[in-house]
């Protein structure tokens, strides 16, 4: 049931912050492996590039990827707070005055993150695809031409096999363990604290609210430059064997865009990263503490009946 829960959480977040995702996709792209000044700036900051989409594709394309968006929020989510809610209920988090450990939690928050990422890997690398894919005038990046989630899973494993799905999972499990960790650990430990001290209890679901947003700050800020990374892997073109033709990994996509677009590339769209985590985040960890809530009341029903 814990598993249920973080993914249905994690679904109910994903509809409101997929628009956000789309933008972050589009500007993590746009000018990739080129000098500033080198190429052409479609999306000049999240209001304009939401305009540019809607001009150029149409309002729906703001929800491009939607689908395979919200597959990996149940996939990703569920595995992801399941087993940290697991690790929980077994009481590998907390001390005898049930205080949440730190570095416990930030370990089965890391762990919880990268099981999770292997899982969802093929989704996000659909997910990408499909957000990237514009009209000729605004397109940036590797342009896939996807009809649809199904077409896009047939068409690579038909091409790559299951390996080719799994493009990149390694990567995706780092990026993961890296946002699941600090996201978790900083909303844990920032309610906790609010919730000790008898601050912004006006509502049961404030702190949740308010540590959610602590949560986003801490995610997007170690989450983007490996977040950057990721996309450029699996937007990239690929040849017969599976192998990208613009970057050969982790580390060679990291020296060719530090190369030629400097370490400030690494922060690519930090703004709509910011944005999508923001009620991201608040959503699913609210979501997350108000699902738990009402499976402790069907529960007590339960017992009662």
């Given at each position: 049931?814990?598993?249920?829960?973080?993914?249905?959480?994690?679904v109910?977040a994903g509809?409101?912050?997929?628009?956000?995702?789309?933008?972050?996709?589009?500007?993590?792209?746009?000018g990739e492996?080129?000098?500033?000044?080198?190429h052409n700036v479609y999306y000049?900051n999240?209001?304009?590039?939401?305009y540019?989409i809607?001009k150029?594709?149409?309002?729906a394309?703001?929800?491009?990827?939607?689908?395979?968006a919200?597959?990996f929020?149940?996939v990703?989510?569920?595995?992801r707070?399941?087993?940290?809610?697991h690790?929980d209920?077994?009481?590998?988090?907390?001390?005898?005055?049930?205080n949440t450990?730190f570095?416990n939690?930030m370990?089965?928050g890391?762990?919880a993150?990268m099981?999770?990422a292997?899982f969802?890997?093929?989704?996000?690398?659909?997910?990408?695809?499909l957000?990237s894919?514009?009209?000729?005038?605004?397109?940036?990046?590797t342009?896939?031409?996807h009809?649809?989630m199904?077409?896009?899973?047939?068409?690579?494993y038909?091409k790559?096999?299951l390996s080719g799905?799994f493009?990149g999972a390694?990567g995706?499990?780092?990026?993961n363990?890296?946002?699941?960790?600090?996201?978790i650990?900083s909303?844990?430990?920032?309610?906790?604290?609010?919730d000790?001290?008898?601050?912004?209890?006006?509502?049961k679901?404030?702190?949740?609210f308010?540590?959610?947003?602590?949560?986003a700050?801490?995610k997007?800020?170690?989450?983007?430059p490996?977040?950057?990374i990721?996309?450029?892997?699996y937007?990239?073109?690929v040849?017969?064997?599976?192998?990208g033709l613009?970057?050969?990994?982790?580390?060679d996509?990291?020296r060719?865009i530090?190369k030629?677009?400097g370490?400030?590339a690494?922060?690519?769209?930090?703004?709509?990263s910011y944005?999508?985590q923001?009620?991201?985040?608040v959503?699913l960890?609210?979501?997350?503490?108000m699902?738990?809530?009402?499976?402790?009341?069907?529960?007590?029903k339960?017992?009662?009946?």
């Amino acid at each position: 049931m814990d598993f249920l829960v973080g993914g249905l959480a994690g679904v109910g977040a994903g509809f409101f912050s997929n628009p956000f995702d789309v933008v972050k996709t589009r500007m993590q792209l746009q000018g990739e492996l080129r000098a500033r000044g080198q190429h052409n700036v479609y999306y000049k900051n999240v209001p304009h590039a939401n305009y540019t989409i809607v001009k150029h594709d149409g309002v729906a394309s703001l929800q491009k990827g939607l689908v395979p968006a919200l597959w990996f929020q149940l996939v990703v989510n569920g595995v992801r707070l399941g087993i940290y809610q697991h690790a929980d209920d077994y009481g590998l988090l907390r001390d005898e005055k049930n205080n949440t450990k730190f570095i416990n939690s930030m370990f089965f928050g890391s762990l919880a993150g990268m099981v999770g990422a292997f899982f969802g890997s093929p989704l996000q690398l659909v997910k990408t695809q499909l957000m990237s894919f514009s009209s000729e005038k605004i397109a940036v990046g590797t342009q896939h031409a996807h009809s649809g989630m199904t077409y896009a899973i047939m068409k690579i494993y038909r091409k790559n096999g299951l390996s080719g799905l799994f493009r990149g999972a390694h990567g995706m499990m780092i990026r993961n363990s890296i946002g699941s960790a600090s996201q978790i650990a900083s909303f844990s430990m920032s309610k906790e604290w609010m919730d000790n001290n008898n601050l912004f209890q006006q509502s049961k679901y404030l702190s949740a609210f308010i540590a959610g947003n602590i949560g986003a700050i801490m995610k997007t800020v170690t989450l983007t430059p490996m977040d950057v990374i990721m996309t450029r892997l699996y937007n990239q073109a690929v040849d017969a064997n599976g192998r990208g033709l613009l970057y050969s990994g982790i580390l060679d996509c990291a020296r060719k865009i530090t190369k030629t677009e400097g370490l400030l590339a690494f922060y690519k769209g930090i703004g709509p990263s910011y944005l999508r985590q923001a009620p991201h985040s608040v959503l699913l960890l609210v979501f997350w503490d108000m699902l738990k809530d009402f499976e402790k009341y069907l529960g007590l029903k339960k017992l009662n009946a």
